[in-house]
């Protein structure tokens, strides 16, 4: 089994699985393989179910043993799981980063690091891409996603200036992109800036918010009573999602109590505090820096 991504909170993230050696777990987001490949190693008899929408990692990876991979989204993953025969799993594991494997592949535009097509699709067949995004968003919509899922400050100032270069050209390569919205970035804030330009239009490309809304609603059913999810975030969008679900089993507001005060839950938080990386796997690996681990079980 092939392996060309750092894991991210390797061991923290797999021992809050409570892993039984034959049980059944999913992996949702199988990217280099590293998550899944120490699930495996805890396991006799159990299986993973491991799911990526790149068809790059399903090839090289086909024939584990005790593997089963899905070439598709996780907000699929309660059908998919039907389809192999499971009603319902052990645990869960979720690392919501984008493979480092992807970021360092220039040819698919997830870095602002190289000239490359404006891309940005996990799953290559997929019809959006960040070039479509640029070109042919209206103004508000274009607004909405940077502010929303990029929290840009000048969202107003950078908007203009796209649909201004992309009057007389399509914008087509990261280069044209960078170009064209020079003037709003911040001095002394480029990679910052940037950084949140591309991670919104990443976003929007593979619709993950809504992607994640979805696999998180399912967990409540595909998981067995004490059965563990365990997901990994690394911004503050995705990481109110999952706290406010697994604390509320809502992504907003309250639930409502019933004549005693009680509220019903799906879940209770294995960690009460958030896990994060310690100061040697932060050394090991820079993208860790953001990332924040919490553990759930099946009430």
């Known amino acids: 089994m092939e392996e060309y991504h750092v894991p991210v909170l390797l061991k923290e993230s797999v021992d809050g699985l409570n892993i039984k050696p034959d049980g059944v777990y999913v992996d949702c987001t199988f990217g280099g393989g590293g998550h899944s490949r120490e699930i495996l190693s805890r396991l006799t008899t159990g299986k993973l179910i491991a799911f990526d929408q790149d068809s790059d990692a399903i090839e090289r990876n086909k024939d584990t043993k005790n593997l089963i991979l899905v070439h598709g989204n996780f907000r699929y993953m309660r059908n998919y799981l039907k389809y192999e025969g499971f009603e319902q799993v052990d645990g869960i594991l979720a690392d919501l980063g984008v493979s480092s494997h992807h970021f360092d592949e220039e040819s698919r535009g997830f870095s602002f690091r190289f000239n490359a097509n404006l891309d940005m699709r996990m799953n290559q067949q997929g019809n959006l891409t960040a070039e479509k995004v640029i070109n042919d968003y209206e103004d508000e919509k274009l607004y909405s996603i940077f502010r929303q899922y990029g929290e840009v400050n000048n969202v ?144």
């Open 156 to 299: 107003g100032k950078l908007v203009k200036l796209i649909l201004d270069a992309r009057t007389g050209r399509r914008i087509k390569t990261i280069a044209q992109l960078k170009e064209a919205i020079e003037s709003a970035i911040p001095k002394k804030m480029e990679h910052k800036y940037l950084a949140q330009v591309f991670q919104a239009l990443r976003i929007e490309v593979n619709q993950e918010m809504e992607a994640l809304k979805e696999m998180i609603m399912q967990c409540e059913h595909i998981l067995v009573k004490g059965g563990r999810f365990s997901v990994i975030t690394y911004h503050s969008l995705e990481d109110r999602l999952v706290k406010n679900y697994m604390k509320n089993g809502m992504f907003d507001g309250q639930p409502e109590k019933d004549l005693y005060g009680n509220i019903k839950v799906p879940f209770s938080a294995v960690n009460r505090k958030v896990i994060v990386p310690n100061t040697e796997e932060l050394e090991r690996n820079n993208r860790s820096r953001s990332a924040k681990l919490r553990i759930a079980e099946k009430i």
